[in-house]
């Protein structure tokens, strides 16, 4: 009797701090800094990020982007400018949970990139279309607040080339 009665008390003590988390919110938002290296410069921007899980194990988010750090460029001996001025994107969102903290996720989605370059004083702007494609992680510290790392190749249609992101991000379970 006496080994069921520690069994029991054993079990209760496991389980009461599962019943005391909150439940895991399906909405997460984010907010950090992403590098953009192009062939035409490296460039720099504040992206934020809204998602919403409707699994564990697949969800969908949309970002924006504001350029914050321009790139000098020289061509044909001209030296000028180029800066992002901003992107927004769309993605379907597969996740890979490893533990409580810790999941991996691949992103597919669909975009657009505005760029301005300045040169010799003549400014011109461009938006570009992309299809969207990466992998990334998200480690929740405390189940709430997290750290996000991700890589991201924009694909630009028409012939416009591609871009690798690099993003370090804070991100929340609201």
């Known amino acids: 009797m ?5 069994a029991t008390a054993a079990l209760t003590l496991i389980a009461a701090p599962a019943m005391a988390q909150e439940p895991v919110s399906p909405i997460t938002g984010s907010i950090g800094y992403t590098q953009l290296d192009t ?5 720099g921007a504040i992206t934020g990020r809204v998602g919403y ?9 949309g970002e924006a982007s504001i350029g914050v750090k321009d790139d000098d460029i020289t061509f044909a001996g001209v030296d000028g400018k180029i800066e992002h001025d901003w992107d927004a ?30 040169l010799a004083g003549v ?28 890589w991201t190749r924009r694909d630009f249609r028409d012939n416009g080339g591609e ?4 993003g370090l991000s804070f991100v929340r379970r609201f």
């Not at 062939?39 to 460039?43: A, I, M, P, V």
């Not at 994107?89 to 533990?99: D, Q, R, S, T, W």
């Not at 969207?132 to 607040?145: E, H, L, P």
């Not at 871009?163 to 690099?166: F, I, K, Q």
């Open 89 to 118: 994107a769309a993605y379907g969102v597969a996740k890979l949970p490893i533990n409580e903290n810790l999941e991996l996720f691949g992103r597919l989605g669909y975009g657009t990139t505005r760029v301005s370059a300045d």
């Open 53 to 61: 899980d409707f699994t564990r194990n697949f969800g969908v988010e």
């Open 163 to 166: 871009a690798d992101t690099y």
């Open 123 to 150: 400014t011109a702007s461009g938006d570009g279309e992309s299809v969207n494609y990466g992998v990334g992680a998200n480690y929740f510290i405390d189940g709430r607040n997290g750290i996000r790392a991700d």
């Open 2 to 6: 006496r080994n069921i009665l520690l």
């Open 39 to 43: 062939d035409g410069g490296d460039l």
